[in-house]
C-alpha cells in the first residue's frame, strides 16, 4: 500500500504539535519517523490513524484521498497500529482482544470465540507468531502483549503497520526479533512505518528516514548516515552524545541492600531476594525491561511499598519499612518514574511543587502556619539556579514542558542535599537538552562523592550514568558488570541469561 | 539551551486547561459563570412552576375556548411565576413596601428587617456545615454524609445544653464543644474505613445519614432525651444558658442570632487552614494529586482521618448551631430528608468552588432560596421543594461551565469550576 | 522467517502467575464475620432464656392456594442460637486462620444468612416450651421479594452502566421517579403495563441526562449522579404537594395483579415467593437472564466491557465510546425505572421518600456480586431480607427498638462495603471520563 500525507497540520490552542508534516510510504518499504520526545510524532500518528483529525493537510492511500471520521475506518482501510501503550484489554483474553470490533458472530449477536480463536491459530501460524489465543493478557509477559498488537493489526488485514516506539518495553533480543518480523512483512509487501527516536534502531532497519522537529519534517536521510549526523538534523544543533565524567572514585558503601523482597499491587512477588550496596561517588545504574521489578524495588526504597523480608541500610542506619516521610527525612532524594503521576501536583504553583516534601521544614513553615514569604524566595532562587523556564513561580506546574516539570523536582531534590539519590526513568519523554541537563545534574551530585541508583530501561542512558550497571530480571539481579561490557551481554542478562551464559 | 520552547505534545490532551487562560479568568469567570448558572437555574424552576401548577395549565387548557385564550394563558403563566419568585424574594431578602413603609414613617423596622434576619439565620448553620464540606472536597474526600453528622452534632449539643446546669460562659462553649464532638464521631467512621479498608466514603456517608436517622428517632424517643411527660418524638429543651441569643436582643423580634459570630470564626479557620497551614497544604496536595501526596511523605490515612474528624466537626458544630439558634430542641424530624443542611451543603460547597468566601455567597443565597420558598408557599402554595430543585439545577449548571458557555455563546475557552473530582470504586 | 522463531528466548513462554500475598482485605471480612457470629452467640442465645422455643410456619397465610400442606418446626431458641452463633464464629476464625483465597464472600453470605436465621429465631422465642410468635417464613419471603426486586432491578442498572465505565449512583433517583410516574399512570390507565413503559422511560430520561452531563462535558459522575438524586426527590416532593395531594386520583395506590403460573405456584415455599407473583417479578427473572447473556456472550457484551475496561482501546478498533457509554445508561436508567415501577406497584401508592436509600444498597449489592448478574442477585437476596426484615420485626414486639433495628440494613451495607472494595475489582475505567483523542 502506498500513503501520502500532504501538509498535515494540527493544532491544539496555540500549540502547533504538527505543522504541514508531508511524507510517503511505499509498499515493501519500512519508513522511520525519526523525531524527539515532543517533536510531535505520536499526534501524527493519531492522526494518521482516525484519532485526531487534522486542521489542514489531507492523507492519500493509494492516491486516493481518505478521510478517517474514527479509527475503525483506518482500520477497515489497511492501516494497522501497534502503540505504544498497548490497545489491549488487561481482563480480556488474547481472542478477545484480537477480534474486539471485528467479532465473527453466530445467531441473537453471539461472538463465535470457536471461528476467532481458529482464525488467530492459523494468523500465528502464518506469521510465525505464536501465541495463546485463550490466555489472558495481563498475564502475559510485554513481549508477547506486543506480538498480541501486531497480530491484531495484521487480522485486520493491515497493508500499513505503524509501530510507534515500539522497543522501549523489549530487551535487545526481543528488539531484534522485532525487526526480524518487521522486515519479513515488510518482504511480503507490507508497508511499515516506524516511528522512534533511538538512532541506533534506526539505522538498523529503517530503508528510508524522515526527520521532525518542533512538528515539522526537517528533512530526509538515507540509513547509511552517521548517529551524529541523525541527533544533530533531529535535535537541530550539534549533541554531545557522551556526558563527561570525572574518574570513578568509590568511597564507603552508602546503601546497602540485604535479601530484600518485596511484592506488586497484585500480590505477586516482584523483588526476589535482592542484594545490592551502592558506594559513595558512585552511579549504580539498574538497566532491565520494564516490569520486572525496579518499580517495585525503588517504591521500597522510599518507604512507598511494604518490605515483605530483607533489610534497607543507608549509612549504616536501618531504614527498612520507614514511611516515605521517614526516608525522605532519613536523607534519600527520589526522582519518581512518572513526575506527573508521583512527582508533581500539576495543579499546583511551581512554587508550591519546589517545597513538595519539605512544607513543614524551616523556613517554610513555623508552628503548623506557612511561611508563603520564604516558599516564594526559594523558588525564586531555585528557578534561578536549575534554569527552570515559567512564565512566573506562581504558575501551575501542569504549565511547563515536560522539560522543565523534570528540572521542578531534580531542583526539589537536589537543593535538600540529600544523602543518596533514587531516581528512576529519569529522562523518559524528555527532550535531547534536557536529557543532557538531567545528565550533569546527577553527574555533578555524583562527583560530590554521594551514591545514586538511576533505574532506566534506555541502555543509553544506563552507559552514560553507570559507573556499574546492575541488571534486573524477573525480580531478580542477573547481574552486575562494568560499563565496559557489551550491549548484546546486557541483552542477554536483560532476558534472563546467567552471567556465565551470557559471557561475562 | 534552547530547548525550552519544546512543550511535549505527547502528554498533552487535546482539552487540558491552557494554564495561561486559566490564570487569566479565574478570578473573573466562575462569578459570571455562577451568575448565569443561577439565571438558568431560576428558569428551570420556572419551567417547571409553569408545567406542574392547575391554574397554569388550566388556562392552556382553555387556550382555544376563547378568543384571547392564549394571550390570557401567557400572562396567567407569566402572573403566577412572577409572583412565585416575588414572593421568593421579599420573603428572603426585603418587601420594598414595608421597608418603605418603614423608611418614611420610622416604625415596623422588625417587619422590614425579618426577611433578611431569617435569611441570614438560616444561613448560619449552612456557611458552618457547608465550609467542612468543602474542605472535603478539596482534599478529594466526598463527604455526603454532612447532614447525619449535623444531626449527630445536635443530639450531642443538645445533651450537653439540655442535661447539665452551669453558668453561660462554660455552658455555651460545651454545648458547641459537644456538637463538635457529636458531629466528629459520626465522621470517623467513614474516616477510618477510607483509610484502613479503602471502603469507598460516598457510600458510608450515605449508608450513616440513615443509621443517623434512625439514631435520632431512636433518642428522641427515650430517656432521659425525650422531653419528660411526653410520648412524642421531641427532645428536653435546652437550658437558655446554652442558648444562642439573638443578636439585637430577644426584645428585637429578629431571630438572628449570636451563631453568626461562630459562622465567621469557621470562615477564618477555614481561610488559615487551607491557605496558610502546612495541614491545609497537606489537604490540597492530597485532593489534587493522591499519588504525589504519598511520594512526598503526606501520611494518606492521617489526612483522610483529620480531614473527616474536621468535616463532620463542623457539620455537628452546624447542628447545634441551628438548634441553639431556633427551636432549642429537637424532634424527630430534624433536619430529616433532602432539605436536611447537609445536603443542601454539598451543593453549597459545589457552588462555592470550596473556597471560605465563595461558600459564605454560595450559603446565603441559598439560605435567602429556602427562606423565601417558606414564603412563597405561604402565598402562593407552590411547595418549598421548588427551592431545592433550583439549587440543584444551579449547581449542575455550575459543574459543567462549557454547557453555560455554549447556551449563553460565551467565547472564552472552557475552565473548570471544580477543584473536585471523585475516585471510582476501586480506590 | 525462521530467525524470528530461533531468536525466542524460553522466558517468554507464557507463564501463569500466582499470587503468593494474600489479600489484606480478607482479615477484614473475617474480623466482620466474627462479630456478627459473637452478636449472634450473645444476643440471640445466651440473651435468650434457657427452654425458650421458637416456632417458624411455612404454610402461606391464604391457605386456599396451598393445597400441598408444609408443616411447623418448632425448636429450642436458646441452644439453636447457641450454636448457629458458634458455628458462626468458628467460620469467622476460620478466615482469619487460613485467609482463604476463594468463596470468601460465599462465606460471608451464608453467615448473614445463618445471622438473619438466628434474629428470626430469637425474634420468634417465647419464654416457655410453647413459643408465642408464630413467625410464617412463607409470607416473610414473600413481603421480602418485594425489596429483593427493587435491589435486582437498582443492581442491573449499575451493572449496565459501570460494565461501560459509569457510575450510576442516581439510581435512587431513578427509582423515585419511576415510582411516581408508575404510580401517576397506574391510577389514570389503571394498566400497569402502560406504567411500567412510563416509569423505564422516565428512568431512562435521567439516566439520559447523566449521560449527557457526565460524558458530553465530562463532569464528574458522582456529582451529576448525587445532585440528579436531590433534584429528583425534591421534585418528586414537590410535584406531591403541588399535584398529587390535590388530585389524589393521580395516586390511588393500586397494587399489580399477581400472575400466578399453573401448578408451579402450588409448590410449598417456592411456589408462592416465585411463581405466583406480578408480572415485575417474572420480568426481573427474564431481565437477569438477558443482562447476564448480553454482556457475556454478545458482541455488544464485548463491546461494552472493552469500554469499561480500555476505552482507548476500543476506540482504537473502531467502537464508538460515548455513543456505548450513552446507550448502556440510558438502558440502565430504565431498568432502574422500572424498579421504581415494580416498588410502587407493590407498596401502592406513592409517597415522598419511601425508597429510603434502596438505591444506594443496590449499589453495593452489585459490589457484593462483582459486577455481575448473578452474584447481584444473592447479595439482593440477602440485602433485601435484612431491609424487610428490620422493618418487618417490629410487629413482632421483640424487646429492642425499632430504630436499632433498622439501622441492621444500613450498617451491613457499610461493612460489606468497607470488606470488599479492594478485594473485587471494578471495570478499570469505572468513573473515568473518556476524553477522545
Known amino acids: 500500500m502506498q500513503l501520502e500525507l500532504r501538509g498535515i497540520t494540527k493544532r491544539f490552542g496555540a500549540l502547533t504539535a504538527n505543522d504541514r508534516i508531508s511524507l510517503k510510504v511505499e509498499p515493501g518499504q519500512i519508513h522511520s519517523l525519526l523525531g524527539e520526545n515532543g517533536a510531535g510524532k505520536s499526534t501524527l500518528m493519531n492522526v494518521l490513524f482516525g484519532l485526531l483529525h487534522p486542521d489542514e493537510g489531507e492523507i492519500l492511500i493509494n492516491g486516493e484521498v481518505v478521510k478517517f471520521h474514527d479509527s475503525g475506518e483506518a482500520v477497515r482501510r489497511g492501516i494497522g497500529m501497534v502503540h505504544q501503550h498497548f490497545m489491549l484489554v488487561p481482563v480480556f483474553t488474547v481472542a478477545e482482544n484480537v477480534v474486539l470490533g471485528f467479532e465473527p458472530t453466530k445467531s441473537l449477536n453471539r461472538v463465535n470465540y470457536k471461528k476467532a480463536t481458529e482464525d488467530i491459530r492459523n494468523l500465528s501460524r502464518q506469521f510465525k507468531l505464536e501465541v495463546d489465543p485463550n490466555a489472558v493478557i495481563e498475564n502475559l509477559p510485554v513481549g508477547l502483549q506486543q506480538r498480541v498488537e501486531i497480530l491484531k493489526a495484521l487480522s485486520h488485514d493491515a497493508e500499513l503497520l505503524i509501530l510507534d516506539e515500539p522497543t522501549a518495553v523489549l530487551t535487545p533480543q526481543e528488539i531484534d526479533a522485532l525487526m526480524a518480523i518487521m522486515r519479513s512483512l515488510a518482504d511480503a509487501g507490507k508497508s511499515i512505518l516506524f516511528i522512534t527516536h533511538k538512532l541506533k534502531e534506526v539505522k538498523a532497519i529503517a530503508d528510508v528516514i524522515t526527520v521532525i522537529r518542533l512538528g515539522q519534517v526537517v528533512g530526509s536521510a538515507e540509513p547509511s548516515a552517521s548517529e551524529t549526523e541523525l541527533a544533530s538534523l533531529m535535535v537541530g544543533r550539534q549533541v554531545q552524545l557522551v556526558v563527561e565524567k570525572s574518574a570513578f572514585n568509590p568511597g564507603e558503601d552508602v546503601l546497602e541492600i540485604r535479601d530484600l523482597v518485596v511484592l506488586d499491587d497484585r500480590g505477586l512477588l516482584a523483588v526476589d531476594h535482592v542484594s545490592l550496596e551502592v558506594k559513595a561517588g558512585e552511579v549504580l545504574a539498574l538497566a532491565g525491561v520494564q516490569g520486572n521489578g525496579q518499580t517495585e524495588l525503588v517504591e521500597a526504597l522510599v518507604g512507598m511499598r511494604h518490605v515483605e523480608s530483607g533489610t534497607i541500610h543507608l549509612n549504616g542506619k536501618d531504614i527498612t519499612n520507614l514511611t516515605p516521610r521517614r526516608a525522605l527525612d532519613a536523607g534519600i532524594g527520589h526522582i519518581p518514574e512518572d513526575r506527573q503521576r508521583d512527582g508533581l501536583v500539576l495543579s499546583m504553583s511551581v512554587a508550591d511543587n519546589l517545597v513538595l516534601n519539605t512544607p513543614r521544614a524551616a523556613p517554610f513553615a513555623k508552628r503548623g502556619t506557612r511561611n508563603l514569604g520564604a516558599v516564594s524566595t526559594n523558588a525564586e532562587q531555585r528557578v534561578k539556579e536549575f534554569d527552570i523556564r515559567t512564565t512566573s513561580i506562581r504558575s501551575p506546574a501542569g504549565s511547563l514542558s515536560g522539560g522543565n516539570q523534570q528540572k521542578v523536582i531534580v531542583a526539589r531534590e537536589l537543593s535538600r542535599d540529600p544523602e543518596f539519590l533514587v531516581a528512576s526513568q529519569p529522562t523518559r519523554g524528555l527532550d535531547v537538552g534536557s536529557i543532557e541537563y538531567v545528565h550533569n545534574q546527577i553527574i555533578e551530585f555524583r562527583n560530590r562523592g554521594k551514591g545514586s541508583l538511576i533505574v532506566s530501561s534506555e541502555l543509553d542512558e544506563v552507559y552514560a550514568l553507570g559507573d556499574r550497571i546492575a541488571v534486573m530480571y524477573e525480580g531478580r539481579i542477573s547481574g552486575i558488570v562494568n560499563p565496559s561490557i557489551s550491549r548484546e551481554s546486557i541483552g542477554l542478562l536483560m532476558a534472563g541469561t546467567s552471567m556465565e551464559a551470557a559471557g561475562v | 539551551m534552547s530547548n525550552d520552547v519544546v512543550i511535549t505534545t505527547d502528554a498533552i490532551e487535546p482539552t487540558e486547561i491552557k494554564p495561561s487562560l486559566w490564570t487569566r479568568y479565574s478570578s473573573a469567570n466562575p462569578l459570571m459563570v455562577a451568575a448565569l448558572a443561577l439565571v438558568l437555574g431560576l428558569v428551570f424552576g420556572a419551567i417547571v412552576i409553569a408545567t406542574t ?251 483522610v482521618i483529620v480531614v473527616f474528624l474536621i468535616s463532620g466537626g463542623l457539620a455537628g458544630l452546624a447542628g447545634y448551631v441551628q438548634v441553639a439558634s431556633t427551636t432549642h430542641y429537637i424532634d424527630g424530624g430534624f433536619l430529616i430528608g433532602d432539605a436536611g443542611i447537609g445536603f443542601t451543603a454539598i451543593t453549597i460547597a459545589l457552588l462555592g468552588r470550596n473556597r471560605p468566601m465563595g461558600t459564605v455567597w454560595a450559603a446565603i443565597l441559598f439560605a435567602a432560596l429556602g427562606v423565601g420558598g417558606r414564603n412563597m408557599q405561604a402565598l402562593t402554595s407552590i411547595p418549598l421543594d421548588l427551592a431545592t430543585v433550583i439549587q440543584s439545577a444551579i449547581v449542575l449548571f455550575v459543574a459543567t461551565p462549557v454547557l453555560v458557555k455554549e447556551i449563553f455563546r460565551l467565547k472564552k475557552a472552557p475552565t473548570s469550576l471544580l477543584t473536585l473530582s471523585t475516585t471510582g470504586w476501586g480506590s | 522467517m525462521g530467525i524470528v522463531s530461533t531468536l525466542l528466548t524460553p522466558n517468554e513462554e507464557l507463564t501463569l502467575k500466582v499470587p503468593i500475598a494474600r489479600n489484606r482485605r480478607t482479615p477484614v471480612i473475617g474480623a466482620i464475620i466474627v462479630a456478627i457470629g459473637l452478636f449472634s452467640l450473645f444476643v440471640f442465645g445466651l440473651g435468650t432464656h434457657a427452654g425458650s422455643h421458637s416456632q417458624l410456619t411455612f404454610d402461606p397465610l391464604n391457605t386456599t392456594n396451598a393445597p400441598w400442606h408444609a408443616g411447623t418446626l418448632t425448636f429450642d431458641a436458646h441452644w439453636t442460637n447457641i450454636s448457629l452463633g458458634i458455628v458462626m464464629i468458628l467460620i469467622g476464625v476460620e478466615v482469619l486462620w487460613r485467609r482463604p483465597r476463594r468463596f470468601v464472600m460465599g462465606r460471608f453470605g451464608i453467615v448473614s444468612l445463618l445471622f438473619l436465621f438466628t434474629l428470626l429465631v430469637w425474634a420468634s422465642r417465647g419464654p416457655g416450651p410453647s413459643p408465642i410468635n408464630f413467625i410464617n417464613v412463607t409470607s416473610l419471603l414473600v413481603g421480602a421479594s418485594a425489596t429483593v426486586m427493587v435491589l435486582v432491578f437498582g443492581s442491573l442498572s449499575g451493572i449496565m452502566c459501570e460494565r461501560a465505565g459509569v457510575v450510576n449512583i442516581a439510581i435512587e433517583g431513578q427509582l423515585i421517579a419511576g415510582a411516581f410516574l408508575g404510580s401517576v399512570i397506574a391510577s389514570t390507565t389503571n394498566n400497569f403495563f402502560y406504567a411500567a413503559v412510563g416509569g423505564a422511560a422516565a428512568g431512562a430520561a435521567i439516566g439520559w441526562v447523566l449521560a449527557f452531563f457526565s460524558l458530553r462535558y465530562q463532569t464528574d459522575q458522582i456529582i451529576v449522579g448525587i445532585v440528579l438524586v436531590t433534584m429528583l426527590s425534591g421534585l418528586s416532593s414537590y410535584l406531591n404537594l403541588q399535584v398529587l395531594t390535590p388530585y389524589p386520583n393521580f395516586n390511588i395506590g393500586n397494587t399489580a395483579p399477581n400472575l400466578p403460573i399453573p401448578l408451579l405456584y402450588k409448590i410449598p415455599i417456592i411456589g408462592p415467593v416465585m411463581f405466583n407473583q ?81 438505591g444506594y444498597i443496590a449499589l453495593a449489592a452489585m459490589i457484593f456480586g462483582k459486577w455481575r448478574p448473578s452474584g447481584s442477585l444473592v447479595a439482593s437476596i440477602i440485602f433485601g431480607l435484612t431491609v424487610y426484615l428490620s422493618y418487618e420485626l417490629v410487629t413482632y414486639q421483640v424487646p429492642v427498638s425499632l430504630y436499632v433495628l433498622q439501622m441492621i440494613p444500613y450498617l451491613i451495607t457499610i461493612a460489606v462495603v468497607a470488606g470488599l472494595i479492594g478485594r473485587v475489582r471494578p471495570p478499570a475505567a469505572d468513573g473515568q471520563p473518556y476524553v477522545p483523542g
Open chain 3, 278 to 358: 406480578s408480572g415485575f417479578w417474572y420480568a426481573m427473572i427474564v431481565l437477569i437472564f438477558v443482562v447476564s447473556f448480553a454482556l457475556f456472550k454478545t458482541q455488544y457484551g464485548l463491546h461494552v466491557r472493552a469500554v469499561g475496561e480500555h476505552p482507548r482501546a476500543a476506540a482504537t478498533v473502531g467502537i464508538h465510546v460515548i455513543r456505548v457509554r450513552y446507550i448502556n445508561v440510558v438502558l440502565g436508567g430504565a431498568i432502574a425505572g422500572l424498579g421504581g415501577v415494580a416498588f410502587m406497584a407493590t407498596q401502592g401508592q406513592f409517597q415522598v421518600g419511601y425508597t429510603s436509600g434502596l
Open chain 2, 53 to 303: 401548577t392547575p391554574v397554569v395549565l388550566d388556562a392552556w387548557r382553555g387556550m382555544f375556548d376563547h378568543w384571547n385564550g392564549i394571550p390570557h394563558a401567557v400572562f396567567v403563566t407569566w402572573n403566577n411565576v412572577s409572583a412565585a419568585y416575588r414572593d421568593i424574594f421579599t420573603g428572603s431578602i426585603v418587601d420594598p413596601q414595608t421597608f418603605w413603609h418603614s423608611l418614611t414613617t420610622g416604625k415596623g423596622w422588625t417587619a422590614s428587617l425579618t426577611p433578611l434576619s431569617e435569611t441570614l439565620t438560616y444561613a448560619t448553620p449552612l456557611i458552618i456545615v457547608s465550609i467542612g464540606v468543602g474542605i472535603s472536597f478539596q482534599t478529594g474526600l466526598f463527604n455526603i454524609g454532612a447532614n447525619g453528622q449535623a444531626v449527630v452534632g445536635g443530639i450531642g449539643g443538645a445533651l450537653v445544653g439540655s442535661m447539665i446546669k452551669m453558668p453561660t460562659f462554660i455552658h455555651l462553649p460545651l454545648a458547641l464543644v459537644g456538637g463538635i464532638v457529636g458531629g466528629m464521631v459520626c465522621g470517623a467512621v467513614p474516616g477510618v474505613l477510607k483509610a484502613y479498608t479503602g471502603a469507598h466514603e460516598v457510600i458510608v456517608t450515605l449508608m450513616f445519614n440513615y443509621v443517623t436517622y434512625a439514631f435520632l428517632l431512636y433518642m428522641v424517643l427515650s430517656t432521659p432525651f425525650q422531653q419528660p411527660g411526653q410520648s412524642n418524638d421531641i427532645s428536653r429543651t435546652i437550658y437558655p444558658t446554652a442558648v444562642l441569643s439573638p443578636l439585637f436582643g430577644s426584645s428585637s423580634g429578629l431571630r438572628v442570632s449570636f451563631g453568626i459570630l461562630v459562622a465567621v470564626a469557621v470562615v477564618i479557620f477555614a481561610w488559615w487552614l487551607l491557605d496558610r497551614s502546612s495541614l491545609g497544604f497537606d489537604f490540597r496536595v492530597t485532593g489534587a494529586n493522591p499519588l504525589a501526596a504519598r511520594a512526598s511523605g503526606i501520611n494518606a490515612k492521617m489526612v
